[in-house]
């Protein structure tokens, strides 16, 4: 059996972490994804109360490298919904043919709705 020395630098890795969701509940969160032919619509369910002044908020972590957060506007200011070092987070990877600097969010009745357009080819 022969053994390949495994890569000193993970540079293809960048291109299938390049695009990530990450919803402010825990990763064992019941959420809905479906994909249409135009994006993708994810659903949850939210115990808060006081959640109506959401959008989806894009940072770009390393160059070509974009995580979308959802965040919630009040006063004038966004503020994360969950503390931002919480690690178990629901996160989803979005494939290269979505758009989430066009990502929405909104609240409707409890429920957090999500959508991530997808490039027109």
């Known amino acids: ?3 390949h020395p495994a890569p000193s630098k993970l540079q293809k890795l960048p291109h299938v972490f390049a695009k990530v969701l990450q919803l402010p509940f825990h990763s064992e969160a019941d959420v809905s994804v479906q994909e249409t032919s135009e994006s993708f619509v994810f659903t949850a369910t939210t115990d808060d109360m006081s959640l109506q002044n959401v959008r989806a908020r894009v940072i ?11 965040t919630e506007m ?13 690690l178990d987070l629901w996160r989803f990877r979005l494939p290269a043919c979505t ?7 909104k609240c409707f009745a409890r429920e957090l709705v999500i959508t991530v357009p997808k490039s027109k080819r």
């Open 99 to 105: 758009r989430p600097e066009m990502a929405t969010a």
């Open 74 to 86: 009040e006063g004038g200011g966004d503020d994360f919904l969950l503390d931002k070092y919480e």
């Open 60 to 70: 770009e972590i390393y160059p070509g490298v974009i995580k979308v957060v959802i």
């Open 1 to 3: 059996m022969k053994v």
